[in-house]
């Protein structure tokens, strides 16, 4: 009686246990990319050959498969059957999972994995700097945006203020090339302030030379 019982509950528990992965049988990367760009999606590579079962249980665990088949389109590639994919993404042995943007970009990779939860917590650790990334880079290009339209409109104060915000960000994701063109910037709203302050002060000096010497005339005449 007990053995009845056993087994109806093992059964039970397989589903909670495994998943699948909802594989893309399309074989051209590029396809598989545009596939992912219409659907916000990222692009998973797993490369397997004959002695890489442990990491084919690992990717049927259902919280891996499960947060696979939310984010990404996913690929699987026999090692000697797909040799220009690896070359081209220098993938040298299996099992190796590469994850690339919508574009193509390697985004990161995870080689010789041994358990599900070191996995999964690799793969997110991986998704979520993408995602903190393109925030970030979101937020400086915003920023760099209203710096430059508050420049052209003579609003060099809070230009700057914006300017400022989209360097610290630009260092952040270490991209030079906007971070000199923020400094530069910087340096040129200081001198438009510079300037205004000193046509500002030449304005009411001459205000206040003009009063004294209208004063000085009333005076004269009387």
């Not at 699987?76 to 040298?92: D, M, R, V």
């Not at 510079?194 to 304005?203: M, N, V």
């Amino acid at each position: 009686m007990v053995k009845k019982c056993v087994i109806p509950i093992i059964l039970l528990l397989i589903p909670l246990v495994n998943g699948y992965v909802n594989w893309v049988y399309e074989t051209d990367l590029n396809t598989v990319c545009e596939m992912a760009k219409a659907e916000n999606k990222l692009v998973l590579l797993y490369v397997y050959d004959e002695w890489t079962e442990n990491a084919d249980r690992i990717l049927e665990n259902s919280k891996v498969s499960e947060y696979i088949n939310s984010h990404f389109y996913a690929m699987k590639l026999y090692k000697f059957t797909s040799k220009a994919i690896c070359e081209a993404y220098g993938i040298e042995k299996a099992p190796t999972v590469v994850f690339l943007d919508a574009y193509g970009e390697e985004i990161g990779r995870i080689e010789g994995f041994s358990n599900a939860e070191d996995f999964y917590n690799e793969m997110k650790e991986t998704i979520e700097a993408k995602e903190f990334r393109e925030k970030l880079r979101d937020e400086a290009y915003e920023a760099l945006t209203n710096a430059d339209s508050l420049y052209a409109k003579g609003k060099y104060r809070e230009s700057k203020e914006q300017y400022n915000i989209a360097l610290n960000k630009f260092k952040q994701l270490g991209e030079k090339e906007k971070e000199e063109y923020c400094k530069s910037k910087i340096s040129d709203a200081d001198l438009k302030i510079q300037l205004d302050l000193l046509r500002y002060g030449l304005i009411i000096f001459v205000a206040v030379v003009a009063f004294f010497a209208l004063i000085y005339y009333i005076s004269a005449k009387k």
